[in-house]
């Protein structure tokens, strides 16, 4: 078993033969779990909602209207459409949020005050998602936690993804985006770093050489880096075969490695 955590609008746009890698990975036992975001397909629907959305810090604040429409888009149509993907080939996926059996446990985070009802994941109930792979389906996880009064909360993605890998023992994450890795610039040409620290992420990213539209992709990986999950290694998605290739050793992509 293993984790990967993916944006909902990049896994839509994803080629049939990844979902076929998923299958057939399900098929030879090595059933993946899956836990996806959604933030544009969200801030698409709040607009034609007409509803107002802001961002603290980069998380979305979370007022009750917005909580609705979260819950609507990641556990209603990206969620099923996820599934349906991974059906569409014949692999056997189960669509759950975190609120389904209590699956993800929430609390509100420190500047709730600030930014709503965002929630801090506090414990996961690792033998559903095991139930649900012990049936034979690949479970797929919507970040919404729930806490004992049934108070609904907004997780961030790669939250919910780090600490459900770390509640299942998992010590290995991988987060497939639209990039083949952390990029450096070596000798005047961009090279894909096979290998990097937290702290020379953060180095990276003081001196600019991580820049724009992917500091928010490192920073997310670093988040999934939580408990017992020691590495993350980033792939992109449209490289044939991706997740075989990483399961079965291949260097690829850029593994995110925690110090000790």
């Not at 969200?42 to 007022?63: C, H, M, P, Q, Y």
């Not at 990206?78 to 669509?95: D, E, F, P, T, Y």
């Not at 997780?155 to 994450?173: E, F, K, P």
């Not at 992420?201 to 939580?226: F, L």
Request: charged share 20%; with cysteine; aromatic share 4%.
């Amino acid at each position: 078993m293993f984790v990967m955590k993916c944006g909902g609008s990049t896994l839509a746009a994803l080629p049939e033969s990844f979902f076929a890698d998923l299958r057939d990975l399900q098929s030879q036992g090595n059933g993946p779990v899956i836990v996806h975001g959604g933030g544009p397909a969200i801030s698409d629907n709040l607009a034609k909602l007409g509803i107002e959305t802001e961002f603290v810090n980069g998380l979305r604040k979370t007022t009750e209207p917005v909580l609705d429409v979260v819950e609507m888009v990641l556990a209603g149509s990206i969620n099923k459409q996820i599934v349906r993907l991974i059906q569409r080939v014949g692999g056997q996926a189960l669509g759950v949020s975190g609120v389904d059996g209590g699956l993800i446990q929430a609390k509100p985070v420190t500047n709730h005050a600030e930014i709503g009802w965002v929630g801090d994941v506090t414990s996961v109930k690792a033998e559903i998602i095991q139930g649900i792979v012990n049936m034979g389906y690949m479970p797929v996880i919507a970040p919404v936690g729930v806490d004992a009064n049934g108070q609904r909360y907004n997780i961030n993605a790669d939250t919910a993804a780090g600490a459900v890998a770390s509640h299942l023992g998992v010590s290995r994450m991988i987060v497939v985006t639209d990039v083949p890795g952390i990029m450096k610039t070596v000798g005047g040409e961009k090279k894909v770093l096979p290998s990097v620290s937290v702290q020379e992420i953060e180095d990276m990213i003081q001196t600019g050489e991580i820049y724009g539209g992917m500091i928010p992709k490192v920073r997310a990986a670093i988040a999934c880096i939580h408990g017992d999950v020691r590495e993350v290694i980033i792939v992109d998605g449209s490289e044939p075969q991706i997740l075989s290739r990483v399961l079965g050793g291949e260097t690829i992509g850029t593994r995110i490695i925690r110090m000790q």
